[in-house]
């Protein structure tokens, strides 16, 4: 504690001599009349242009307390209609942030022209012409935040969906995520990893959604597909676009297209291998 208080005198410090030597100089005889005069003349100064303001600063004061006082009902109302909707997390989280900006942001906006009207006159037409130009530069990443927003509050698909984006080459597979910016999509192309495709594009182009395939066989059925090269073996998982097999080279992913129209052939699951008998 004392350690703490020790280093915010030190912090002080400077500004404790500087407010001294001021009283010394103004209310005291010690200097010269001349730099007396010149202090006091100068802190007058400051004080009759800052007893114009006093008004002004009670008026902001006041309005910022009110402002306060109404957030929270208006926070909590906003929570509750988005606990309602079927907006994502990461939606609600993106309103209630920019419902708390855009609140504060008019709350200072009024505030600052009652205090000082002429210096917010000033600063507008500057902000007005940087964010044209901020908006002019970055319209593509504005684009794909906006298609990100309604993604999250007019859901095309879920987190976990298969899905296909028409248009996309390798776009068809499982929902991994759904970001501001993009969604990220396992290809069920054998080899074809995730696939990172712009909301914009998603939301812009048809998605198709594959119903629950009907397979004439379940997990762990040992079966056969005629024509279909290595796809022998144990059935491991059964996805919307694709199914896998554990085969002895390994698993093997295999379009549910080639599947459908394929004749199907049951097999005996492999011999386990014979036990070994140790004589003593």
């Given at each position: 504690?004392?350690?703490?208080?020790?280093?915010?005198?030190?912090?002080?410090?400077?500004?404790?001599?500087?407010?001294?030597?001021t009283?010394?100089?103004?209310?005291?005889?010690?200097?010269?009349?001349?730099?007396?005069?010149?202090?006091?003349?100068?802190?007058k100064?400051?004080?009759?242009?800052?007893?114009?303001?006093?008004?002004?600063?009670?008026?902001?004061?006041?309005?910022?307390?009110?402002?306060?006082?109404?957030?929270?009902?208006?926070?909590?109302?906003?929570?509750?209609?988005?606990?309602?909707?079927?907006?994502?997390?990461?939606?609600?989280?993106?309103?209630?942030?920019?419902?708390?900006?855009?609140?504060?942001?008019?709350?200072?906006?009024?505030?600052v022209?009652?205090?000082?009207?002429?210096?917010?006159?000033?600063?507008?037409l500057?902000?007005?012409?940087?964010?044209?130009?901020?908006?002019?530069?970055?319209?593509g990443?504005?684009?794909?935040?906006?298609?990100?927003?309604?993604?999250?509050?007019?859901?095309k698909?879920?987190?976990?969906?298969?899905?296909?984006?028409?248009?996309?080459?390798?776009?068809?597979?499982?929902?991994?995520?759904i970001?501001?910016?993009?969604?990220?999509?396992?290809?069920?192309?054998?080899?074809?990893?995730?696939?990172?495709?712009?909301?914009?594009?998603?939301?812009?182009?048809?998605?198709?959604?594959?119903?629950?395939?009907?397979?004439?066989?379940?997990?762990?059925?040992?079966?056969?597909?005629?024509?279909?090269?290595?796809?022998?073996?144990?059935?491991v998982?059964?996805?919307?676009?694709?199914?896998?097999?554990?085969?002895?080279?390994?698993?093997?992913?295999?379009?549910?297209?080639?599947?459908?129209?394929?004749?199907?052939?049951?097999?005996?699951?492999?011999?386990?291998?014979?036990?070994?008998?140790?004589?003593?």
């Amino acid at each position: 504690m004392l350690s703490i208080l020790r280093a915010k005198l030190r912090k002080l410090l400077p500004t404790l001599i500087l407010l001294a030597l001021t009283i010394i100089a103004g209310a005291t005889d010690w200097l010269s009349d001349s730099v007396q005069k010149s202090i006091v003349t100068t802190l007058k100064g400051y004080w009759d242009k800052f007893v114009p303001l006093i008004g002004d600063v009670l008026v902001f004061a006041l309005f910022i307390s009110i402002a306060n006082l109404l957030y929270e009902p208006i926070a909590n109302g906003v929570q509750k209609a988005l606990d309602r909707s079927k907006a994502s997390n990461r939606g609600k989280v993106l309103v209630a942030r920019g419902v708390q900006l855009v609140y504060w942001g008019v709350v200072l906006f009024f505030a600052v022209s009652v205090l000082a009207p002429t210096i917010l006159a000033k600063l507008s037409l500057s902000i007005g012409l940087f964010g044209a130009a901020l908006a002019l530069a970055m319209q593509g990443l504005i684009k794909e935040v906006i298609a990100g927003a309604l993604l999250q509050f007019m859901p095309k698909f879920e987190v976990g969906d298969y899905v296909e984006v028409s248009g996309i080459a390798g776009a068809s597979g499982r929902v991994v995520d759904i970001h501001y910016l993009s969604t990220v999509i396992e290809s069920a192309v054998p080899g074809g990893g995730q696939v990172i495709v712009p909301n914009s594009k998603i939301w812009e182009t048809p998605v198709l959604k594959p119903e629950a395939p009907c397979m004439p066989f379940q997990v762990g059925d040992y079966i056969e597909v005629v024509g279909v090269a290595e796809a022998k073996g144990k059935v491991v998982e059964i996805r919307y676009l694709s199914t896998t097999f554990e085969t002895p080279s390994g698993l093997l992913n295999v379009p549910n297209s080639k599947i459908k129209d394929a004749p199907i052939r049951r097999c005996a699951p492999p011999a386990p291998p014979p036990s070994r008998i140790i004589l003593p």
